[in-house]
Nanobody, 129 residues
């Protein structure tokens, strides 16, 4: 059973930066495509960024392109999200998600909530104006 845990988050001012980290345990991290999603109060969970198993492919929501950067370290079992130039509309609970892939699928990325069967508990990010 794979387990995900998010760390980081908190409060930032507009224009500031925060870093989130997702650790994966219980299974081989390098077998998983990873994603970050967020959910603001009263809104549906939305895609933020995804990274392939081998880290060579990424995809970003238009709203965060140029500001957020995802990286993964298969040796440390982590997927990190660096968030720069934060805006009040980035305020949300941020979730990391994992999808186990077959050995031949190393470059797939997934952007839909239902693509991911495993989720972390979420971490709050609040950006003040």
């Amino acid at each position: 059973q794979v387990q995900l845990a998010e760390f980081g988050g908190g409060l930032a001012q507009t224009g500031g930066s925060l870093s989130l980290s997702c650790t994966v345990s219980g299974r081989t991290f390098s077998n998983y495509a990873m994603g970050w999603f967020r959910q603001a109060p009263g809104k549906e969970r939305e895609f933020v960024v995804a990274v392939s198993r081998n880290g060579r492919r990424t995809d970003y929501a238009d709203s965060v392109k140029g500001r957020f950067t995802i990286s993964r370290d298969n040796a440390r079992n982590t997927a990190d999200l660096l968030m720069n130039s934060l805006k009040p509309e980035d305020t949300a609970v941020y979730y990391c998600a994992a999808r186990e892939e077959p050995s031949f699928a190393t470059s797939e990325i997934y952007t839909r909530v239902y693509d991911y069967p495993a989720w972390g508990q979420g971490t709050q990010v609040t950006v003040s104006s």
